[in-house]
Nanobody, 115 residues
């Protein structure tokens, strides 16, 4: 079993910054991929950024240059630094971990970008 707990969401003005954290616990393998997904109201969930245990990253085109994903393998924690936030970044952000046959999700943290 794998458990994921997100933190760091909140209300921020356009142009502001937030840092999301996701701590994984349980049976964590050394080889895995972690990532952040988001779901805006009335829209489908989309991948925002992913990072492998080896450090390879992928980003949604609209967040490249503004968001940075990183991880601390010793702590089984993944972070998402979000800068220059825009109203269209608003949504529930979910943490994800994939390893072997496991596809685990956190409960999500709400990010609201509004003036």
């Amino acid at each position: 079993q794998v458990q994921l707990v997100e933190s760091g969401g909140g209300l921020v003005q356009p142009g502001g910054s937030l840092r999301l954290s996701c701590a994984a616990s349980g049976s964590i393998f050394s080889i895995n991929a972690m990532g952040w997904y988001r779901q805006a109201p009335g829209k489908e969930r989309e991948s925002v950024a992913t990072i492998t245990s080896g450090g390879n990253t992928n980003y949604l085109a609209s967040v490249k240059g503004r968001f940075t994903i990183s991880r601390d393998n010793a702590k089984n924690t993944v972070y998402l630094q979000m800068n220059s936030l825009k109203p269209e970044d608003t949504g529930v952000y979910y943490c994800n971990l994939r390893q072997w046959t496991v596809d685990a999700w956190g409960k999500g943290t709400l990010v609201t970008v509004s003036s």
